[in-house]
Structures are given as C-alpha cells and as structure tokens.
C-alpha cells in the first residue's frame, strides 16, 4: 500500500520488471549478437577471395609484360615500378589476415557480448584493408591500359588537351579582368586578401601550361618518329582533361565567394532571457484499500527563474501532499509560497471519490534560452525577435548585452568576418565605404558615419556617441580577431557590454526582459566567469 509522499511500491515494481527483462535477455544468450558474429566470420571467405583476385591480377600483369604491345610501355613500368603495386598488394592482405588470425579471432574464440562493439569496429577494418589491397593489385594492369589508350590515339588526345587548355586559360583570364579586378578596384584596402583568394587559380593555369608542354613536347617526338615519354603525354593529358571538367564549378565557387565582398551586416545583442519550465507530477490513490491502484496526473507551468530555482533544489522532493484523516482528506503544503505561485488546483481531473491521498513532485523540468538581436544588412536594420539559442551559447555571451557579436564588412570574406565581440559599428569604422575621419575643435580625430549608417551613433548612446580614433585604433590592433573589446572609462571600467557603463545608462536596456528580471543587478565588477550570476538570479543548472 502506498503512503502519501513515497512512491516505493511503484518504484519496486519498476526495478522488479527492469531485473525480469535483464534476466529474460541474458538468457537469450551470453555470447556475441549472432548478426556481428556471422559477418565477422564471413571474412575468412572474404580474405581467401581477395587471395585469389590478388593472384588472378598478378597472372594478367605477368602474361601482359610478355606482349608485344608492353615493350613500348616497359621503360615506364620500370621507372615507376609497377610490379611493387602486386607486392604491396600482397603485404596490405597479410595485413588483414594478421588482424583476422589474432586480434578478431581471439575475440571470437572468447564470444563475450562486451566485445560487441570492438568485434564490429575489426570486422570494418579488414573488409577496408581488403578492399585497399585489391585496389593495389589492379594498378598495374590499369596504368598499362592508360598508357596504350594514349597511344592509340595520339592526335585525339593532342588536340583534346589543347582545346582543354584554351578553355582553362579563358575562364581563368575571364575571372582576373572582371570579378577580380573590378574587386580591388571597389576595395583596395584589402587588395592582399582579394590576391590570395585567386592565387590558387593562378597556380592552375601554371599547372595547366606545363601539362600542356609535355602532351605537345611528346606528341612532337612522337610525330617525329622520335622516342616519346607515352607516360607524360597519358599524365598531362588526364590532368589537363580533369582540370577542365572542374574549372567551371571553381570559378563558380570564386564568384559567390567575391560577391561576399558587397553584403555588409552586423549583429547586436540587444536582449536575453530564460524560460523556465516544469512539470508537476500528481500520484493518487486510496488509502484505505487492500491493494495499490495509483492514478497520476501532470500539471505543465511556466514559472519564474525564483520559483524556478525553489522547486528543483537539491533539497526539495515533495512539493505538497494531500493526506487522508478521520475528518476528511487536507492539502499539506512542504515549501510554501512556491507552491502558491505554481497556481495549482490539487484536484483537478481528480479520478474518483475513492482515492482521498496524493503527492506532488517535481518530474521534469527544463530552461529554455533565448537572444533577441538587432540586424544590421547593407546599412537597413531590424530585430529578429526572440531566437532560441543553445545553452552554451547564452552563457558565452553574457558578457555581450548591446555588443556586436558577428559584424562582417565590405569588402570582407564571410569566412574573415568578426566573431570576437566588440561595441555595434567598430568593425565599420575606418572603412570609407560606411565613414571617414574627421577632427574636433581640439584636433581629436573621430569617426563620422555616412546617412544610412549614423544610426550607430545613438543606437543606445544619449547623446550620440562618435568612436575615435585612438579608441578604433588600440581594437584594430590588439582586439580585432583575438579577443573581446569593451572599451574603458577614465576611471578604468568598461565603457560597452553587459557591464558596461552605457548600455546600464542607455533607456533602451533598462527597458529589456534582461533588466527587468534583474540581470544588471546580480552582475559582478568583473564578469569574466561569472555566467551564472548574470542570469539575474536564475538557477544554477538545476533541473537539466
């Protein structure tokens, strides 16, 4: 018979079934799943097949090296040592008979189900070393092939590597005269990032001039009744052939990539919050019956992070009871004015007159993390509204209310673009397409922002705020890439940020859900570390 507040006889039967199941499961046998077993048995045809196509291969490319077509191949068979591929061949199957034979074989002969996972991952191995040394033995019959199809169609292949390399150097010569050039026109501060973006291209069309020389060079000597390399001429023309069936694809990476360079935007975190959930979990029964037939039932809240943090503490197991007595049933409660706020009608769907006890509990509960953010496109702004974000996230960022999180400028690569947060707008300053440098009456350079962009002046600063140069500058060069950047008053604390002097002065935040729920109040001087304190009281991973 159940008790109120204890769910023993539930939790019995539980543990009674789980140890029927385990029991019933360990008799179906104690050794490996027979699926694992069978394949990894399976594999001792699968070596002596691979013996066999190894030693089939090594016959063909013996027979082969006796015709008369592989004289004009020899010197390159034995330049590039073609009878290794068949050794190696041989050793990569030694290879696996020697893991079969010893290490899976003994798991094997112990047939223990722990060793499942490791019989699996063996049994994976050798069918890929399997695979490799028949791989290895079809080369050399492969490469002979190669050679003689260039052979047998020198003119072909002649003309075909050159059409291969017209059209590898037009592309390229295309992409140079207008993506690229018309890129370091319109961004010539970053003219080494654009240049080392299409340097690789540059490489190809070096690569593709030398293929080139050697198919023309060969089919010159060739065509001269001269001796010809036919391995140089098969080579650079396959590599000419692969060159101009990727090129196009390239290029067309290259352009996406560059138009990167015209999209500007900018991140700001402008809000945070913590949905707290729990579910409330109601078991039910009678008393005074002979046998046990609980009923449950479950009540799903949203509850603030204080309640929150009260009902799934450590020390908190039941939350209320309902207990029987000669007088009637009573709701005792177990911790008070959380219990109020949970806003719970003890009897609802309550399941007869019969049952008159039941308890409480805490059976699941869970923390939801969102980020509100202003988005900055090519000088347009908006909120994305309320974007739920992992927990990880929230805490790595809660340093970084009113910050830029992501800011990627013009003439920028989205692969360069700044992930280390900084103040909204830093990441533009000193670029003319959104600004230029001007001086104050005491000669003081400050950055005045162009129209469209002037909204970073007083995005949360009263009055307007313009960065100046030495401020821009000590970012750029000890901040930009490496770490955080939040400024510093006179006094030496931090200007930007969640704790930060203008974003606690700024109306703006101290009209956020982040204020509202006491973020700024439980901040420390230094938030370096101290996630768990911003969260404006919240609990401290409880519940998950």
Known sequence: MGFPGTRGPVSLFVVFLLMVSFTGMSGCGGGLPENIKKTAESLSGDIQAADAFIKKQREKYQALTQAPAFAKV??????????????????????????????????????????????????????????????????????????????????????????????????????????????????PDNESTIRSRFAPFLQIQQDAARHLEGVNTQFDRYAGNKEADFAVFADSHAALAQTAATIDKLAGDLQKDFQQLYQSYTKVLKDMKIDYHVTVKRESWDENANYYDPRFFTYQREVPADVYEQVTADDVDTLAEITAGFFGSKLVNRIGDPWNRLDIDPTENWPGRSHNAASFWIDESEETFFHNYILEQNGETSETGWEQVDEKVYDANLEYLGMAVLAKPYGVFEKDRLTEAAPPGMAYVGNPEYGEWRQDDSGNRFWSWYGRYAFFSNLFFFPSYHYGYRSWSGWRNDYRYKKPYFGKTSSGARQFGTSGTFVKKSPVFQNTHFAKSGGFKTQAASVKGAASGLRGGGPKGKGK
């Open 74 to 187: 020899r010197t390159a068979a034995d330049k590039e040592d073609w009878a290794k591929w068949l050794t190696q061949a041989d050793q990569t199957l030694s290879r696996a008979k020697e893991i079969y034979d010893n290490d899976l074989g003994s798991l094997l002969k112990k047939n223990r189900p722990e060793t499942a996972g490791k019989v699996r991952q063996l049994t994976r191995q050798v069918k890929t070393i399997l695979q490799d040394a028949q791989g290895l033995s079809k080369k050399p019959v492969a490469r002979f092939t190669a050679i003689r199809n260039a052979m047998e169609n020198m003119a072909e292949y002649h003309t075909r590597a050159n059409t291969d390399f017209n059209r590898i150097s037009r592309i390229i010569k295309d992409l140079k005269s207008g993506t690229v050039d018309k890129a370091l026109a319109d961004f």
